[in-house]
Each structure stands twice: as structure tokens, then as C-alpha cells.
């Protein structure tokens, strides 16, 4: 059988691929191959529960143990947390299908960061209609919102709320934080209801919400249960992708390949091609393109500790099957000159009858990488993450600890909140304790990017230009949050389907 010929081939049916490839499929004359390593489920109804339903679990994300849709890598979060979890979704969707459906945006001063760094197509002005042509907001109709897309986003409201999501606003607000109705308004800050993409409790993902419009086009190919091994690069062009489906090597050829994978596959798949650092390929034997220095670095996410409540005894515990209803406090540091670096969510585990808020440090300083360690596509990279590896990150999660600790005293919380649990008081004597508990329970809040960033040539840590065109080799590209320069304040799954329309904008134009 011949090796079949696409104008595009998309690797990841993820948050940016399946948007991608559908936005490219829109022109019948553009044949477009999408692969995906994971499986696909066509129909609706064939949907497992746990990726269906967006409280299947009661947690953040959809884990399922046996590994069919999580990737399930493993990562070193800090020198005392060395065996971090990081769930990935390997199925079409990608992590939008197992995710927890909060669907926030990158606010304007995080698109400034990407125009200083070079790329001025991305502006927030310039962004904003890619971010209004995804959405469908139920609840908000004004000049900053999409009202007929493709991803259903809506929030609960104040009369809707359980016990401990109202106490969390009353709280923040007698702490002298400000409410917001919109957490996507582009000023917005302060505490309110947090959009999500669940409508009727459904993970509403981009396998639901894009992949539903292209699966009949007849110029759209869709491969599932499809490993990706490397990207075939001839004179340092990209001309097609070797990849495995069904225990037999595959080749596929394309006019350009693009590189929707992930934080962690795309970045992995230009080094198992030959190109990264020319130190690491060699040392696992991969034949060397280009020595790229930027590919697998600049590592960055939002660190994350949760102080955890026993809940009081009589106190009846949300159901799972409310939802997953959040509330947050999107706020700036004491002294902090980055507006909404910080935030806070309260959520409940009803197993453990336990009540959290996580505090988040949506801009870190520090930044991790991504190590090459085996030539075999099926070994996973080596992921250091470096959290609180700067000492004003350790300052700001350590007030938001102590400042969470207060939120919990409130009068709201009679009957919720019964005592603390973690951190103990031996953790609260000093910085220096603090740091320590800190340390050995930071986490990921999954939103690990910024692995193949985008910025001029002349920058020799970007990888990609601000097309998304990786710098030396025609015919290939990145499109997903790998490009980012820095994490945005805000959960990625929306920033990433914006950068899949982005994209797409650019390869069409």
C-alpha cells in the first residue's frame, strides 16, 4: 500500500490539535490527516462516564488508573516532592476531555509579555477574536465574548451555590476583596464563580465541541490509537511523520506537518527527530538536525499547596453528583507589581470529608525543563518542574498560605470548617518551617507550557517564530501551549484552543 499524501498532517487531537485540524478542513481543497495515540469515541454515547461527565470523579481530573486515556508521566516538582504525578489526556480531546472544565482566559497583560518577546500578531486585541469564535458564553453577551462557538461555557450563580462555595465569597469579600461576576472580563479581579465548559455536567471538550464538525468532511482523516515515533525530516524539511497503529510501523507524507502534542509530546517529539540539544541526542543516540538549545526548556506552570480543613461532623458533604462547582479569588500579591498573580479556589473531598483551598502562584518565577533520556518514543522525558525555585515565588505562596489560614476563621464557616488539618502548627512557626511544608506538597495545577517558545530567531532559546514555524526546518510547526513565552494567569485549556484557532488563522491567510 502506498504511503498516503496530505497537505497537513496535525499530531494530538488535544485541546489545540483538534481545533486546529478542524479550522484547516473547513477548506475542501486542504486534505488534513489528524493522528492521535489514544483512542477515539465517535459518538457520544460511547463516551466512558469518567470523560463524560465532569464530576465522574469528584477530582480535578478524570485520572483513570489504567492508563487508556492518561498519559500518567511522572515528574520532580522540588527537591522534596521527587515523584509528582502529571496527567495528561491521551485520547481525542486530549487533557480538555479529562480535565477539570474551567475555562479561563489569558488576561491582556499576559499577551503583552508575548509582544515584548517578539511576537506582535499576538496581542490581546489582536487574540480576541480567536477567543470569541471558540466560545459560546451562556451567561455574558458584550464586546469581549463569543455567543455562537463551539466550547459551551457557563457559571453557576450566587442562588445556585453550596454551602461552602457561598461561605468561600463571603469570606474573601469581609477581607476587603472585590466581586466579580466575570472572571474573562479583561479588568476582571477578586472573587466569583468561575466559567466552565460542563454544560448540563458534561466535559465539554474539543472532541466534542470542534471534532463533531470535521469527522464526515471527506478531505479529513482521523487516526486514533496512533503512536507518533518522530517527524521525517529530509534537507531540513519536515515531510511526514513515522508513527505506530496496531503493532506496525506507519509512514504518513504531508506538505507540512504540525505539532500539536502537548507541553511535554511536542517538545519530545522534536528531540527524538534530531532536534534539541546536540548533548542530550547524542547521549541517547539520536542523530542530530539541529542543535536547538530552547527545545524542552523554559519549563513553566503554577505551583500549587492546598491547606486542608476537617469538615465538621453534622456537616453533610456536597454531593459529587452537584458538579463541580468553583468559586476563586483571582488576586495581586502585597507589593506585587503583576496584577492576578495569584489565586485561590476552595473545593471539597467528600471521601475524606475534608474541605481545601488551594493556593496557586499563577506567575512563578522559576522555570523547570524537559530532558531527553532514552531515543525510544515510549520512554518518557526526564520532567524537573523547579517549583518554588526562586525565593519571591516561596514569599507569595507563603502569605497566600497564611492568608488562606485567616479566610478559614470566618464566621461563614460555622458548621463547614471543623479544625485544621494541614498544615500543622509546627509548619506555621516560621518562614523557614513554612518553606519546608511548602516544598515537600507543592504540585502541579497542570498546566505545564512554555516548552518550545515562540519568539525571533535572534533569541537563541525561542523555537518556533510567532507563526508557530520552527526556526531552520520547512514544512513544520508547533501549535499548542508549548509556545507560550511564560504560563498566562489563567487554567491553559482555554489559551490553548485559542492558539489552535490562531493557528489556523495563520496557515489559511
Avoid at 200 to 216: E, F, N, P
Avoid at 230 to 250: C, D, F, T
Avoid at 400 to 422: F, N, S
Wanted: charged share 25%.
Amino acid at each position: 500500500m502506498a504511503n498516503p499524501k496530505y497537505d497537513v498532517i496535525v499530531v494530538g487531537a488535544g485541546s489545540a490539535g483538534a481545533v486546529l485540524a478542524t479550522r484547516l478542513s473547513e477548506d475542501p481543497t486542504r486534505s488534513v490527516m489528524l493522528i492521535e495515540a489514544g483512542p477515539d469515541y465517535a459518538n457520544f454515547d460511547e463516551l466512558p462516564d469518567e470523560i463524560r461527565q465532569g464530576h465522574a470523579t469528584g477530582t480535578d481530573l478524570a485520572v483513570d488508573p489504567s492508563g487508556i486515556h492518561n498519559w500518567a508521566f511522572t515528574a520532580k516538582a522540588s527537591p522534596l516532592n521527587t515523584e509528582m504525578p502529571v496527567p495528561r489526556g491521551k485520547i481525542t480531546g486530549g487533557t480538555s476531555a479529562i480535565n477539570g472544565q474551567v475555562y479561563l482566559r489569558a488576561i491582556p497583560e499576559d499577551f503583552d509579555v508575548w509582544v515584548e518577546e517578539g511576537n506582535d500578531e499576538w496581542s490581546y486585541d489582536k487574540a480576541l477574536p480567536s477567543m470569541k469564535r471558540l466560545e459560546n458564553d451562556l451567561d455574558i453577551v458584550d464586546q469581549y465574548h463569543g455567543n455562537d462557538g463551539p466550547i459551551v461555557v457557563r457559571r453557576y450563580q450566587p442562588d445556585e451555590l453550596v454551602d461552602d462555595q457561598a461561605a468561600f465569597i463571603d469570606a474573601v469579600t469581609a477581607a476587603g476583596f472585590p466581586r466579580t461576576e466575570d472572571h474573562n472580563h479583561p479588568a476582571s479581579t477578586g472573587v466569583g464563580p468561575l466559567p466552565l465548559n460542563n454544560p448540563d455536567g458534561i466535559r465539554w471538550s474539543t472532541a466534542l465541541g470542534y471534532l463533531t464538525m470535521a469527522r464526515d468532511r471527506a478531505n479529513f482523516t482521523l487516526s486514533a490509537d496512533s503512536h507518533t515515533t518522530r517527524v521525517l525530516i529530509e534537507g531540513m524539511r519536515a515531510v511526514g511523520i513515522e508513527y505506530e497503529k496496531n503493532g506496525e510501523l506507519h509512514r504518513a507524507f504531508a506538505g507540512e506537518v504540525v505539532l500539536s502534542a502537548g507541553p511535554i509530546g511536542s517538545p519530545h517529539l522534536l528531540m527524538l527527530s534530531g532536534l534539541g540539544r546536540k548533548e542530550q541526542l547524542e547521549a541517547v543516540g539520536v542523530e542530530l538536525v539541529a542543535d536547538m538549545r530552547g527545545v524542552g526548556q523554559n519549563l513553566r506552570d503554577h505551583p500549587s499547596v492546598a491547606v486542608r480543613w476537617h469538615a465538621e461532623e453534622d456537616f453533610p458533604m456536597p454531593d459529587v453528583d452537584t458538579g463541580p462547582q468553583k468559586t476563586a479569588l483571582r488576586y495581586t500579591a502585597h507589593g506585587s507589581e503583576l496584577r492576578n498573580d495569584m489565586i485561590t479556589v476552595m473545593r471539597w473531598n467528600s471521601p475524606l470529608r475534608e474541605f481545601m483551598m488551594s493556593a496557586g502562584l499563577y506567575l512563578a518565577k522559576a522555570s523547570g525543563k524537559i530532558r531527553l533520556v532514552s531515543g525510544d518514543s515510549h520512554v518518557q522525558p526526564e520532567l524537573d518542574y523547579h517549583l518554588l525555585d526562586h525565593p519571591y515565588d516561596l514569599e507569595r505562596l507563603r502569605a497566600g498560605v497564611r492568608m488562606q489560614i485567616e479566610l478559614g476563621k470566618h464566621p461563614a464557616y460555622k458548621g463547614i470548617l471543623k479544625d485544621l488539618k494541614d498544615p500543622l502548627p509546627e509548619h506555621l512557626d516560621s518562614d523557614e518551617a513554612l518553606n519546608e511544608w511548602m516544598l515537600s506538597r507543592v504540585s502541579t495545577m497542570h498546566h505545564i507550557s512554555c516548552t518550545a517558545k515562540m519568539g525571533p530567531e535572534t533569541d537563541p532559546m525561542s523555537v518556533v517564530n510567532q507563526y508557530g514555524q520552527v526556526h531552520g526546518i520547512q514544512g513544520l510547526r508547533v501549535a499548542d501551549i508549548s509556545i507560550m513565552p511564560d504560563c498566562p494567569r489563567a487554567n491553559t485549556n482555554a489559551p490553548a484552543m485559542m492558539i489552535g484557532e490562531r493557528i489556523a488563522e495563520f496557515m489559511s491567510a
